[in-house]
């Protein structure tokens, strides 16, 4: 059996360029995960076959675990452990339901307002405020994740316009479905009684008048005024005879 020194690493960085101290010859080693545990100095047999039990990386199942409990994506934790995702998701699926489940339990516990826990659930709760916002309540996505200290954050997200929102409470389970407390202050506004009052304050917006003006009617030359009639004469009364030419048969104003 020959043996071979590590003389450098290959153009791409991944492959070890190794080289037989008696020939000369250059051999190009691929690191793997044996490799990997044997410069740890791990203790792993030389017929030792790599196990499907196990990830055989740098993270244990039970590592792998803990991180997918306490928050941590498939997609994280494979590119941290540096293997496949399919070798993370095997034993992440089973915490992912915890997480799942743990969320769907929340759902269903009572936030704590300032006199106490309050009659509505939480689903009940984050769904009138969100109706009374104008907002889709269907359109939300439920987490929850464990913490160092054993207790569950529950996420709920959702979207609004084009943003996207995020809203944590602390789940602590227990009798009636448990309890919900806000962790930041859009959980606190979620669960605020006062459901008509925006999650997030705006500027008032000047009201702007956007109704058409009416169009303006052609100007025509104003009609000339009706000419003035002429003034009635006022007939005059006939002429009332004088007495003497009644008696003389005269008629008034005839010639004599």
């Known amino acids: 059996m020959r043996e071979l020194k590590v003389v450098g690493l290959d153009v791409d960085g991944k492959r070890i360029i190794c080289e037989c101290d008696s020939s000369g010859e250059k051999f190009i080693l691929r690191p793997d995960d044996r490799l990997r545990a044997a410069v740890r100095g791990d203790n792993i047999g030389p017929s030792q076959p790599p196990s499907d039990a196990e990830v055989p990386s740098v993270l244990r199942p ?26 993370v998701q095997r034993f992440a699926n089973p915490v992912l339901l915890e997480r799942s489940r743990a969320a769907e339990l929340a759902t269903a516990a009572h936030p704590v307002l300032a006199d106490g826990p309050s009659v509505l659930t939480l689903l009940e ?13 269907d359109a939300t996505g439920w987490d929850a994740w464990r913490n160092e200290d054993g207790r569950w954050t529950v996420q709920m997200g959702w979207k609004a316009g084009m943003s996207d929102n995020v809203a944590h409470f602390r789940f602590t389970p227990g009798a009636h479905g448990g309890t919900v407390t806000a962790f930041d202050d859009t959980a606190c506004e ?54 003497e030419d009644v008696l003389l048969g005269v008629r008034s104003g005839a010639q004599r």
Request: aromatic letters at 4%.
């Open 125 to 137: 709760t984050v769904t009138s405020a969100l109706v009374a916002r104008g907002l889709d309540p």
């Open 190 to 243: 979620l669960i605020n009684p006062d459901f008509a009052r925006p999650l997030r304050p705006l500027a008032p917006i000047a009201q702007l008048d956007f109704e058409e003006p009416e169009p303006e009617l052609p100007i025509e030359a104003p009609e000339p005024p009706p000419a003035p009639k002429p003034p009635r004469t006022r007939k005059g009364k006939p002429a009332v005879p004088a007495w």
């Open 62 to 87: 039970k590592e792998i675990q803990a991180k997918i409990r306490a928050g941590a994506s498939v997609e994280q934790v494979a590119s941290a452990a540096g293997v496949g995702i399919e070798r």
